[in-house]
């Protein structure tokens, strides 16, 4: 990965630079690559996903799909009949 880079420049506490700098030593690493990782990792970790169920939801009105207004409570009898009429 061969990024430009960008300078950034924040405070921290007395308490998270023992930390930082702990964490770089242990892994042999910068502490800016300590930073980028845990920036990385708190993305992955953190960042909210959005709900497969809505997106689902919203492409089938995307595409106009004609469903009965009962669809979300008789969900399961309409998958086991297409099923069934599939066979």
């Not at 492409?59 to 009949?81: G, I, R, W």
Request: hydrophobic letters at 35%.
């Amino acid at each position: 990965m061969n990024q430009s880079m960008k300078r950034k420049q924040f405070h921290i506490t007395q308490d998270d630079e023992r930390i930082l700098k702990a964490l770089a030593k242990d892994k042999g690493m910068s502490e800016a690559e300590i930073v980028r990782e845990a920036i990385r990792e708190y993305e992955t970790n953190h960042v909210k996903q959005e709900n497969p169920l809505l997106a689902m939801a919203r492409k089938a009105k995307e595409l106009k799909v004609d469903l009965p207004s009962d669809a979300s409570v008789n969900h399961d009898q309409y998958l086991l009949e297409t099923y069934e009429n599939e066979k």
